[in-house]
């Protein structure tokens, strides 16, 4: 989800200088940001492989395209050498503790060092652990529902789908309760470095917040050191393959990786899911009917809304794609909120259907670099929906959010206000509070 961090690494001015913030593709436009299908569509149907001068970049909207590129070892992660990035890193060089975040960051690198650290955080972050949650969350979802039932009405992102993802990353890596909303505001921060035009301030924020998450995982990974606990971080201590285990930086990256990854789309899945079922009431009521579509339902919400709308590579060995000789040093954005519209792979897809299956949508990558916290965000967005319909089974609201995020990389709506309605009994299973 990282992925455009290096290219997009600079302040205002070098931005500017690159060509980003100006011309006919201007994804930063609130009409755009509004409504991005229009544009993905424009970009799918001109050609295969599209260049974007303003950008620098090449990109596709294709769905086989894509697919190619996130498989194929000739497009990787790793951007040293591609000449933009090493300007862009030029013109941080005053900002040590974010190249480190880069050169270490699973997202950042390929190859045996990414299969080598990948391999190590799965022995951590295993299918039981998260399977295990299933029934802490559905306590949470109902704890926060608890909360707005008397006022009879809420604010979906602010009451349910910030708080969530929030509760369950912090108690997944296993940092205290007391210290929630200063990681959610570092992981607000460090997210802006994904898009530095979206916010105010350009990289001050993130790089703020990438010091502050470095020297607080440290101090807590020295803690678990000395008293292991049944949470990620003593796990992550502990993994250790063929006597090799992940040394002292690599667990801070991924600490923070998994910090602002776990939260800032999976807020934006859960806040775009109830939104769509605003808009789409014929399918809201398919799904009260049958609530055994939920899991289909998500999957359709995550293609039809993908949180992460685009992610690229750089190209590392010579190739041929869509009729277009590549050199090394070329960067291929996927548009994956166009690929996941691509009639090519899916039948009618701009129709939004709770109950369709069959071709994968690409929401969560594919490949070496596939989600690694795909079936926690699954399972968290199942529970928050299925709470909420059940609690609240005529929740009503309008069809347009407050806003939409202004970042071109992150989709997700900013305000989404209901009408709760009248509430049904809430079924316990025991788990402790959310507080
Ligand atoms: C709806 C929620 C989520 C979406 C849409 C999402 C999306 C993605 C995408 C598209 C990638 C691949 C990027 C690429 O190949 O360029 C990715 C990778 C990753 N995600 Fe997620 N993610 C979500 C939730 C989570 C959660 C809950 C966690 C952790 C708890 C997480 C941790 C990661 C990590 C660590 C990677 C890097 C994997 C690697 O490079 O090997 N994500 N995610």
């Given amino acids: ?234 796990a992550m201590l502990a993994a250790d393959e063929a006597g090799e285990s992940l040394s002292e930086s690599e667990l801070i990256s991924l600490c923070t990786l998994v910090l602002a990854a776990g939260h800032e789309t999976t807020v934006n899945l859960i806040g775009s899911a109830v939104l769509l079922l605003l808009r789409h009431p014929d399918q809201r009521r398919r799904l009260q009917d049958d609530p055994s579509l939920l899991p289909s339902a998500v999957e359709e919400c995550l293609r039809f809304e993908p949180p992460v709308q685009i992610t690229d590579r750089a190209v590392v060995a010579p190739c041929e794609l869509g009729g277009v000789a590549l050199r090394p040093g070329e960067i291929v954005a996927v548009v994956i909120a166009a690929a996941n519209r691509d009639p090519e792979r899916f039948p009618d897809p701009e129709r939004f259907d709770v109950a369709r299956c069959g071709e994968r949508h690409l929401s969560f990558g594919l490949g070496s670099h596939f989600c690694l916290g795909a079936s926690l965000a699954r399972i968290e967005t199942e529970l928050a929906l299925g709470g909420l319909l059940r609690r609240f089974p005529d929740f009503a609201g309008g069809a347009e959010p407050a806003g939409w995020r202004r970042s071109a990389i992150l989709r997700g709506p900013t305000a989404v206000p209901i009408a709760l309605g009248a509430a049904k009994p809430v079924r316990r299973t025991g788990a402790e509070s959310a507080a």
């Avoid at 930063?28 to 050609?47: F, K, M, N, S």
């Avoid at 090493?86 to 975040?101: F, G, I, K, V, Y």
């Avoid at 570092?186 to 470095?193: K, P, R």
């Avoid at 924020?205 to 020297?215: D, F, G, K, L, N």
């Fill in 1 to 234: 989800m990282l992925r455009m961090l290096q290219r997009l690494v600079a302040s205002d001015r070098a931005m500017r200088a690159v060509g980003l913030v100006a011309g006919p593709f201007h994804p930063w436009h609130p009409d755009v940001r509004r409504d991005p299908y229009p544009t993905w569509r424009r970009l799918r149907e001109t050609a295969p492989l599209v260049r974007v001068r303003l950008l620098g970049a090449w990109a596709t909207g294709r769905y086989a395209l894509a697919e190619r590129i996130l498989r194929d070892p000739a497009f990787s992660t790793d951007r040293n050498g591609v000449p933009m990035v090493d300007r862009m890193r030029r013109a941080t060089r005053d900002a040590p503790e974010l190249q480190s975040l880069f050169d270490e960051n699973l997202l950042m690198i390929d190859g045996p060092r990414h299969a080598r650290q990948r391999g190590l955080v799965g022995k951590a972050f295993t299918p039981r652990r998260v399977e295990r949650l299933r029934g802490r969350i559905e306590a949470i979802v109902d704890e926060l529902l608890d909360r707005v039932a008397g006022a009879g009405r809420m604010e979906v992102m602010r009451d349910l789908a910030r708080p969530l993802p929030g509760i369950v990353i912090g108690e997944l890596l296993g940092t205290p309760a007391a210290d929630r909303e200063v990681l959610l505001r570092w992981s607000e921060e460090l997210v802006e470095l994904l898009d530095p035009l979206s916010g105010r301030e350009g990289i001050a924020p993130p790089r703020r917040a990438t010091a502050a998450a470095s020297a607080y995982f440290r101090r807590l990974l020295a803690e678990r050191r000395a008293a292991p606990r049944d949470d990620l971080l003593s």
